[in-house]
């Protein structure tokens, strides 16, 4: 499709275990947003990637989260040694440059379940 | 101080209602501004972008205040189906992010 695709669309996992989710953005994109949004709560911003480059990871909540993205294009967000804590919907988005900079496209997240 | 703030929610209107949304930013840097609309258990999407001189689409109209770093969102004759969560966002190119607000939850009541 043309969309932001993210998979998986639902993970469960026991604690302590890593997990690897993944955001195909929209052709063309240069770039990538991942957020996490618990239940109930607003958007919390994890890291920004413009082309493969992290200019700002300053949201990821600890060491235990990674993130890279190769070719342009597709991201993969880490989460290491699963806490409880780590719950949530993972939202990635992107975008491209020009004037409407600013229109974020988002996946359908991934929802993690940590027990 | 959180760099993107909203009005705190739920705001629970009867259909038909004008209800407002405000919005403030504490960044002076800040260059252009947005409304999401979020539905519960869904990804956000674009509602509209907000323009210095103001801009409406439909019921929906936003406004900036450059001077006072707020923008708001005003919805006339609501329906039952704008009951969803109104995110405000706003874009910092120096820091090359878009800052989101917490949200503001609208519940339309018949």
């Known amino acids: 499709g043309a969309g932001v695709s993210q998979s998986p669309s639902n993970k469960v996992t026991e604690k302590g275990k890593d997990v690897e989710l993944r955001c195909d953005p929209i052709s063309g994109h240069t770039a990538l947003y991942w957020y996490r949004q618990s239940l109930g709560q607003g958007l919390e911003f994890l890291i920004y990637f413009q082309g493969n480059s992290a200019p700002d990871k300053s949201g990821l909540p600890s060491d235990r989260f990674s993130a890279e993205r190769t070719g342009g294009s597709v991201s993969t967000l880490t989460i290491q040694r699963t806490q409880q804590e780590d719950s949530a919907v993972y939202l990635c988005?992107?975008?491209?440059?020009?004037?409407?900079?600013?229109?974020?496209?988002f996946g359908e997240g991934s929802r993690l379940t940590v027990l | 101080r959180k760099e993107v703030e909203q009005d705190p929610g739920p705001f629970n209107v009867p259909e038909g209602a004008t209800v407002a949304f405000n919005c403030t930013y504490s960044?002076?840097?800040?260059?252009?501004f947005f409304w999401y609309r979020q539905d519960c258990r869904k990804e956000p999407k674009l509602l509209m972008s907000v323009y210095s001189s103001g801009n409406e689409d439909g019921r929906f109209t936003a406004q900036l205040n450059r001077a006072s770093q707020y923008i708001s969102l005003l919805i006339r004759d609501s329906k039952l189906s704008d009951s969803a969560t109104y995110l405000c966002?706003?874009?910092?190119?120096?820091?090359?992010?878009?800052?989101f607000g917490q949200g503001t939850e609208l519940s339309v009541k018949p």
């Open positions: 966002v706003v874009n910092i190119p120096s820091r090359g992010k878009l800052i």
């Open positions: 988005a992107s975008t491209g440059t020009g004037r409407r900079t600013g229109e974020l496209f």
């Open positions: 960044n002076s840097a800040s260059q252009s």
